[in-house]
C-alpha cells in the first residue's frame, strides 16, 4: 500500500472539509491492508483514521467535548 500517496489523498480531502470522503478513503485503504495481511500498513490507515477524527473534534467539537 502506498501509504504517502494515501495520505495526500485524505490530506487533501480534510483540507476541502470534506470529511466524509476523507475517512471513507482512508476506510478503503484500511479494507485493503486488512486484506492484504500488512499490518503495519493498517495501522498507518488507523494513524490517518484517528487525525481525521482529531480534526473533526477540533472544529465541530464543543469546550465541554474537548476537555473531558
Do not use: K, T, W
Amino acid at each position: 500500500m502506498n501509504i504517502e500517496s494515501l495520505q495526500s489523498e485524505v490530506q487533501a480531502h480534510v483540507d476541502r472539509g470534506n470529511y466524509h470522503a476523507a475517512v471513507n478513503i482512508a476506510l478503503s485503504g484500511l479494507n485493503a491492508c486488512v486484506r492484504q495481511q500488512d499490518q503495519a500498513s493498517a495501522d498507518q490507515c488507523l494513524n490517518l483514521i484517528e487525525a481525521v477524527v482529531q480534526q473533526l473534534v477540533r472544529e465541530f467539537g464543543s469546550q465541554d467535548y474537548i476537555d473531558r
